[in-house]
């Protein structure tokens, strides 16, 4: 079981890893979306993409060792969390670093959250901005009348000058 422990505390450090690359990232985005660059957004959005399914497999693999371990020690892999492993590991070397990881990607995460949530609402506000800006331009716009052709016969007003009831003789 030991094995496992280590393959999850060295999971936990890689998902830590590709958070931390997310963050900076996530932090070149808030500049990006500040100084209106939407290439260098392009950009960002592609290499976070590609972080975000690294991560992805990375998560598969840890709930499939939180899966494995939890079977060994005759739990549901429902109920094993971080904190009971920690307390099942109590005394073992393997709990402190454990710990450590377990600290750190909680960091991370958290911090990551602030991140995005800033970049959100830098995004919402230059939204509403863009249509602020597009009503406003919508709005001096007046429509012309149309145009349409005179036909022989017929007076600037658009009448013919003759009524239904001359047409009838």
């Known amino acids: 079981m030991a094995g496992m422990i280590t393959q999850l505390v060295d999971v936990m450090k890689q998902q830590v890893e590709r ?16 100084q209106n660059d939407v290439e260098q957004l392009q950009k960002l959005v592609n290499l976070k993409n590609m972080v975000i399914s690294q991560n992805n497999r990375l998560e598969k693999q840890r709930i499939s060792l939180v899966n494995d371990i939890a ?5 549901s892999e429902k109920d094993l969390s971080l904190a009971q492993l920690m307390e099942i590991m109590e005394g073992k070397p393997e709990q402190a670093e454990l710990k450590e990881v377990g600290t750190q990607l909680k960091d991370i995460v958290e911090k990551l959250k602030e ?7 830098l995004l919402d506000s230059a939204l509403e901005f863009v249509e602020y800006s597009l009503n406003a331009l919508r709005s001096t716009m007046e429509p012309e009348p149309p145009d349409y052709p005179m036909v022989k016969g017929t007076k600037a007003d658009g009448s013919t000058g003759a009524s239904s009831f001359n047409t009838m003789r």
């Not at 958070?19 to 979306?33: M, P, Q, R, V």
């Open 19 to 34: 958070h931390t690359e997310l963050y900076g990232l996530s932090l070149e985005e808030k500049d990006a979306i500040v």
């Open 115 to 121: 991140i995005n949530d800033l970049n959100k609402e």
């Open 71 to 75: 079977e060994v020690l005759g739990h």
